[in-house]
Nanobody, 120 residues
Framework: QVQLVESGGGLVQAGGSLRLSCAAS????????MGWFRQAPGKEREFVAR????????NYADSVKGRFTISRDNAKNTVYLQMNSLKPEDTAVYSCAAENRVVRGNYDYWGQGTQVTVSS
């Protein structure tokens, strides 16, 4: 059974930083592109960042560019999201996901999410 487990969320003041981690039980983790998504109360889930299977390509939502950095350690089956200069509007549940290996943009496996709350 595939499991993605996020950690590192919490309460932080505006301007602060958090580092999220996502540990995956995928045996072939290094073959999957990974993404981070977030969902704020009353809003739809939105894309935050994506990293290719090798880690040499990344993409970000405009709202987080220059503030967030996605990375991965394939030896540890883990993907990270470093979040700096946090804003109250970054408050959401953050989830990681493993992208379908054939159809880009389709995500097959999801974690339960970790809460990030940014106070003003």
């Amino acid at each position: 059974q595939v499991q993605l487990v996020e950690s590192g969320g919490g309460l932080v003041q505006a301007g602060g930083s958090l580092r999220l981690s996502c540990a995956a039980s995928l045996r072939t983790f290094s073959r999957y592109a990974m993404g981070w998504f977030r969902q704020a109360p009353g809003k739809e889930r939105e894309f935050v960042a994506r990293i290719s299977s090798s880690g040499d390509s990344t993409n970000y939502a405009d709202s987080v560019k220059g503030r967030f950095t996605i990375s991965r350690d394939n030896a540890k089956n883990t993907v990270y999201l470093q979040m700096n200069s946090l804003k109250p509007e970054d408050t959401a549940v953050y989830s990681c996901a493993a992208e379908n290996r054939v159809v880009r943009g389709n995500y097959d496996y999801w974690g339960q999410g970790t809460q990030v709350t940014v106070s003003s």
